[in-house]
């Protein structure tokens, strides 16, 4: 079965510090997708990254990065110098492969609330 | 390019009434998926429409049903509603073709059941 722990239910940090969100998933597929979507306040899932099993390139975009490891099945986002409004729930998502597998069914872990001091 | 747009975006019903709610996907997106979000269960896939068609089924009781229609709007109804039907109900939007896109999401309908 298709898993996804994300097992920082909370994280509270002060504004410029460095913070990482783990992810880790389980699967059986050998073609699958990883996502991170960011959810604020105003309940909209704003999507992050898209990362297929087959790249395990990590990914820098502005503040955020994106360490991806198949040997242990992790999928983590650091933001580096937060800001306060990087406040908001940081929910990790895996879904099937291609063949096969449906692009709307994204399994979700439970979801980080980074809480950002100023 | 508008985003996806859920109506109506609050909805207050009684047990045992039925609810509708609308989900308009980006413009050329014909996918649409649906989403339960409570803090206990977190976020949980209802279903998945593509073309008129439901191409995938979450575990979820028969009272909830959905449908899309040919400009691909969709809709999801629950029947016979229950104190835990009280969600944040999402919907997604992706384009076509194959590949795990990414989903789009709305802001959401918040269903309180009372």
């Known amino acids: 079965a298709q898993k996804v722990t994300q097992a920082q239910t909370e994280i509270s940090v002060v504004e410029k510090e460095d913070v990482t969100l783990d992810c880790v998933y389980e699967t059986r597929d050998t073609t699958y997708y990883l996502f991170w979507y960011k959810q604020p306040p105003s309940g909209e899932l704003v999507f992050l990254i898209r990362r297929n099993s087959f790249d395990e390139q990590n990914e820098i975009s502005g503040r955020y990065s994106w360490n991806f490891q198949k040997s242990t099945s992790s999928f983590n986002f650091t933001i580096t110098a937060s800001q306060v409004v990087d406040s908001a729930v940081y929910f990790c998502?895996?879904?099937?492969?291609?063949?096969?597998?449906?692009?709307?069914?994204?399994?979700f872990g439970k979801g980080t609330k980074l809480s950002v001091k100023p | 390019k508008a985003g996806v747009t859920q109506t109506p975006r609050y909805l207050i019903k009684t047990r045992g009434q039925q609810v509708t709610l609308s989900c308009s996907p980006i413009?050329?997106?014909?996918?649409v998926s649906w989403y339960q979000q409570t803090p206990g269960q977190g976020l949980q896939f209802l279903f998945e429409?593509?073309?008129?068609?439901?191409?995938n089924k979450g575990n979820f009781p028969g009272r909830f049903s959905g449908r899309q229609f040919s400009n691909s709007r969709s809709e999801m109804n629950v029947s016979t509603l229950e104190l835990g039907d009280s969600a944040l109900y999402l919907c997604?939007?992706?384009?076509?073709?194959?590949?795990?896109?990414?989903?789009?999401f709305g802001n959401g309908t918040r269903l309180t059941v009372t």
């Open positions: 997604a939007s992706s384009s076509p073709g194959t590949g795990n896109s990414p989903l789009h």
């Open positions: 429409y593509f073309s008129e068609t439901q191409r």
């Open positions: 998502a895996l879904s099937g492969g291609f063949y096969g597998g449906s692009q709307g069914n994204l399994i």
């Open positions: 413009s050329g997106h014909r996918s």
